[in-house]
């Protein structure tokens, strides 16, 4: 309804519209629920993704996939091959979840997607770190409570069943021409069933991994801790495409401090 | 005190309460301001008319979900604008609205000088009037938002639910695809 200087006054046809056509206001507590949903949805997807991308973590730390760095395209393939891309889809996604959640939020707005994805990584981060300090994931393993969740326990499990074949890590106890025996370090302290950790770590200081050097140049000595990667025989020796000294024998260490 | 003394956003108290004399001071104070906007990002009266109705009525519906810490007149130009675009979606007249637009703008010039006359800075304001509609969207919305409603990068902000570094961004980037528009044209 327009007068002659092209203004507009309806405010008697809205008064009149809320009375006839019983336009009601939406009662507080909608809005409250409302927003108490948002809320504790976005709580809940963010603990989730700290738990996921913690997981992930662990896994990481338990398998050493880091031990792979450094054997070339080889090591490589084998992170790329027993990488949890699952775990991994699913941080992602419940992270733009999160984000898209914080954009809901009446304050989303406020600050670029990016800049949310970024605290969000952050927060994922941190809080990933900080329940691996405190060995969340070791004592929820101890508990047994991840056995009720196979989805999860698969993740701890899969270290017992040694997830690669084709490296080994441990001390080396003989060196023998173009054969080494090695003492496997299965990082048994974090097996979960007591009687395998047992049983684990007394097969391998009784029987040895032997491992062919074939054509590997390195010097190394009884008591080295080593990181190896190569590649099972059918006699169960292992053909080695790499060698790593992880730690070297203490006698060998003081020697190179005194010459330092 | 009357109710013309009372801030918006103590109006919007009053509403809750369900003081229609509150609701129609509000309505007093926006229905020509919303008109003269949503005119300019629709580009026809008669739907710019619906959709300031059905801003009142949303604003009514909605007035409890409504935070007295924030500014009403944000709050009120967001609905607009939503349901602004809604109406462009739903119409899908866009090509047409440049032209009607203009000519609306050119013809009501006087007559609406109190609300637009501000937002009348010379020549420049006068060609940008008459270029901006061959502009994108999002960069027409924020030149109709800042030079002719005169609203803050806070503001805007709060009324595109965009960062405010990102109004800033985008009204950079507006002023120079309207200088590129106007010099291709020339």
Known sequence: MKDKTNKIDITAEILKKIETENIRMRPLWKFKAEKIALESGMVAIALVGIFTFSLLMYYWKINELNHYFGFGLRGMGEILENFPYELFAASVLLLLFLVYLIKKMDWGYKKPWQAWV???????FVSSGGLLSVKAHEQLEQSRVANDYPVINKYYQKRLRNISNNVLVGEISSVKNDELAIIENKNNKNIANK??????????????????????????????EVKIMGKKGKDGKLDVWGIKVIKQKKQNKAKEEKRK | MGYQDLKDEEL???????????????????????FYYVVRLIGNEEDAEDVVQETFLKVYENIQGFDENRKFSSWIYRIAHNLGINQIKKSQRLSAVEAHTLDWLEDRQEEAEDVIAQAERGQLMQEMKEKIFALREDYRDILILYYFEEKSYEEISDILHIPESTAGVWLRRARTNLKKIMLKQE
């Open chain 2, 12 to 34: 919007a108290k009053e509403i809750k309460a369900k003081n229609n004399q509150a609701l129609a001071e509000i309505i007093g104070r926006y229905q020509n301001k919303l």
């Open chain 1, 195 to 224: 009687d395998e950790q047992a049983s684990s770590s007394k097969a391998h200081k009784l029987n040895p991994n032997k491992i062919r050097i074939n054509s590997q140049k390195k010097k190394l000595e009884v008591g080295e």
């Open chain 1, 118 to 124: 970024g605290a969000s990584l952050v927060i994922m």
